[in-house]
């Protein structure tokens, strides 16, 4: 459940996911180049959609998220696709709430843009195997690191939240492993097949 509703959430809480989710998305959209803006749709409307599948796990169900992805490809400008994403799934089909919408985008934009700079900082060479299992990881970790926030920000809200906070945690474990598999898959692609689409910053080879 990356979709916290409203009424859940204490206001200290609220009041910080807003204001980094603001920082975030006004330092994003700054950084955005105007020929990127069709990218940064193109993955926002994927973000929308991914969330609308979901799967039974346990008491719970969880669905998949693709923040680690679409920071690899998008940085700073995951900040606003996956707030325009968020606030069109709570107005359209009352996914989390408007009033939690600046911690829901927190939870899922801040790992995509440490997924980001881990790639960047981690994978320079340009090697194509390495940048494939780079992108894994990069699925992989952001999952995990928004089922953490998510935990954090209920655990904060009040301790009646403590165990759903544990629970989250466990259901995102079988969907870190899946998305890892699936953005590696993406990348690999993109890399035979649109290459241009990628801007790694710092890449020095290009790819074969």
């Not at 346990?58 to 920071?71: I, W």
């Not at 801040?110 to 195997?129: I, M």
């Not at 953490?148 to 969907?175: D, M, N, R």
């Amino acid at each position: 459940m990356a979709h916290i509703p409203d009424g859940v959430l204490s206001a200290p809480v609220l009041v910080a996911g807003a204001a980094l989710s603001l920082v975030g998305c006004a330092y994003g959209l700054q950084q955005l180049a105007a020929e990127r803006i069709p990218q940064v749709a193109l993955l926002s409307a994927v973000l929308f959609v991914a969330a609308l599948v979901h799967f039974p796990v346990g008491p719970s169900s969880v669905h998949l998220m693709l923040n680690g992805l679409a920071g690899v490809l998008l940085g700073w400008a995951a900040f606003p696709a996956i707030l325009v994403a968020l606030l069109l799934q709570a107005v359209l089909f009352g996914f989390g709430g408007l009033v939690v919408l600046g911690v829901n985008a927190m939870n899922m934009a801040l790992p995509a843009v440490l997924c980001r700079a881990l790639f960047v900082a981690l994978f320079r060479s340009g090697n194509r195997r390495r940048t494939i299992i780079a992108a894994g990881l990069a699925g992989g970790i952001g999952v995990m690191l928004t089922a953490l926030l998510v935990a954090l920000a209920l655990a904060l809200s009040g301790q009646e939240f403590v165990a759903a906070a544990k629970l989250i945690i466990f259901t995102h474990i079988p969907v870190a492993v899946i998305e890892s598999i699936f953005s590696a898959a993406v990348i690999d692609l993109l890399l035979r097949v649109k290459p241009e689409f990628l801007n790694f910053t710092g890449m020095k080879e290009e790819y074969p």
